[in-house]
């Protein structure tokens, strides 16, 4: 089992839909990344947050809006999503940004009809 | 952007037999490598690391290689077992980049 926990396993939405990705982790971590992955592909980094705050966003389209509640959860809002959105979302953690090892939760797979 | 990797391969090997999956980096600044390992329908699972100031580190049945000279990382199997068939991949980091290779498909056949 991981120790990072991602809900919803599964999301299908519209284009016109509002929903969020949640991620949680209780390893006393003070990183976390957002990362999407398309079928056949490697992950690729959307953001970064390094002790709750957003250190990393590597251009990526308002319609994602990242929020950090606190050390242990990392939301990913949803707005007005394209077609093209529809891919694996992977929400990872580690002790310290960039040199240390992430750990990977099993991600939300997301559709856009 | 950068490029690490190659475009996805395919290893088949017989159980049993050592597997040696190769990646190819194209940052000489960067400093720190990892190899990950996903099963289908999973994240990407942490297998072993290495910093810049090493050659060579060993894992339980793992060993990564690093040729800093040629920008060449290799993770080696041993005693390839059908719980390794996967995807690998190789990341690379320097100051506030990661990046992820394309990836590596192992065939373990029985």
């Known amino acids: 089992d991981t120790e990072v926990t991602q809900t919803p396993k599964h999301l299908v939405m519209g284009m016109t839909n509002k929903k969020s990705l949640k991620c949680e982790q209780h390893?006393?971590?003070?990183?976390m990344y957002w990362y999407k992955q398309k079928a056949k592909k490697p992950p690729e980094l959307m953001f970064v947050y390094s002790y709750e705050k957003l250190s990393i966003n590597e251009s990526v389209p308002s319609r994602f809006s990242p929020e950090c509640p606190n050390s242990s959860l990392l939301n990913l809002h949803l707005h007005a999503l394209q077609p093209e959105d529809s891919a694996l979302y992977l929400c990872?953690?580690?002790?310290?940004?960039?040199?240390?090892?992430?750990?990977f939760g099993d991600g939300t797979r997301l559709s856009i009809l | 952007g950068e490029s690490v990797g190659l475009h996805l391969p395919t290893l088949s090997v017989q159980e049993g037999d050592n597997s040696i999956i190769n990646c190819a980096y194209s940052n000489s600044a960067s400093d720190y490598f990892i190899w990950y390992k996903q099963e289908s329908g999973k994240g990407p699972q942490f297998i072993i690391d290495?910093?810049?100031?090493?050659d060579k580190r060993q894992g339980q049945r793992v060993t990564v290689l690093l040729n800093k000279t040629v920008k060449h990382l290799s993770l080696q199997i041993a005693a390839t077992q059908p719980g390794d068939s996967a995807v690998y991949f190789c990341a690379e980091t320097t100051f506030n980049k990661f990046y992820f290779g394309s990836g590596t498909k192992l065939n373990v056949k029985p």
């Open positions: 990872a953690s580690s002790q310290a940004q960039m040199d240390q090892p992430q750990h």
């Open positions: 390893m006393g971590h003070r990183a």
């Open positions: 290495i910093r810049s100031n090493m």
